[in-house]
């Protein structure tokens, strides 16, 4: 079954706590992209990958860090979490840029203190 | 820079009554449009698309859209709303004059058919 996996779905820590949200797609994406979703605001992208070892930031990329060693992973990094980025995070991937759909993770709901 | 406005938070409507969830976008070239759904703890599925051609598109669930360009809108349409179809909808909009991967979201708009 084509699916993007997330973990960990849930996940409270406290400010300052490093912490890494793994991303992963079995459908041989060549780009990917993180989002994070807040009420009225809609979803707003953190940063996305067009292949692997090419990054670039989105809208709001203060406070975290990504990488892109494996095509088939896109892990999240919030080197020190602050309260300011409690919210439900999204993956997607997709196969190009030329208007095809994105595909998404089932979310990470994350709360710091 | 590219934009997408969903003037609705919420929209209510009876069950087997036609639904209409409005979208406008704003773009310098041509665009990528866009809807998505979004139901409880659960991430965000494809719905429709636009990239050319004809202006009504035809999408999952009974859903379709229409394009107008002179009015820069990509509105959701629905001929007869389900129960079912209650949950959150978001259009995104993706301008191609750059070539950029950018897909800008809207804020979404709630929707609940009444039953």
């Known amino acids: 079954e084509a699916q993007v996996t997330q973990n960990p779905r849930y996940l409270i820590t406290v400010t300052g706590k490093k912490l890494t949200v793994t991303c992963s797609q079995n459908?041989?994406?060549?780009?990917m992209s993180w989002y994070r979703q807040d009420p009225g605001l809609g979803l707003r992208q953190i940063y996305y990958?067009?292949?692997?070892?090419?990054?670039d930031k989105g809208d709001v990329p203060e406070g975290y860090k990504v990488s892109r060693k494996e095509k088939r992973n896109f892990p999240l990094i919030l080197e020190s979490p602050s309260p300011n980025q409690t919210s439900l995070y999204f993956c997607?991937?997709?196969?190009?840029?030329?208007?095809?759909?994105?595909?998404f993770g089932p979310g990470t709901r994350l709360t710091v203190t | 820079a590219q934009s997408v406005a969903q003037p609705e938070d919420q929209v209510n409507v009876a069950e087997g009554n036609p639904l209409t969830v409005k979208c406008t976008y704003s773009?310098?070239?041509?665009?990528?449009l866009f809807w998505y759904v979004q139901y409880p703890n659960r991430g965000l599925q494809f719905l429709l698309k636009?990239?050319?051609?004809?202006?009504l598109v035809k999408g999952s669930y009974g859903f379709e859209a229409e394009f107008n360009k002179s009015q820069t809108s990509f509105h959701l349409k629905k001929p007869s709303a389900l129960v079912s179809d209650s949950a959150l909808y978001f259009c995104?909009?993706?301008?191609?004059?750059?070539?950029?991967?950018?897909?800008?979201f809207g804020t979404g708009t709630r929707l609940t058919i009444i039953p």
């Open positions: 995104a909009v993706r301008d191609l004059s750059f070539g950029n991967e950018k897909l800008t």
């Open positions: 997607a991937s997709y196969k190009s840029a030329m208007g095809l759909e994105q595909y």
């Open positions: 990958s067009m292949n692997v070892e090419v990054t």
């Open positions: 636009y990239i050319t051609g004809d202006n």
């Open positions: 459908m041989n994406h060549e780009y």
């Open positions: 773009v310098s070239g041509n665009p990528y």
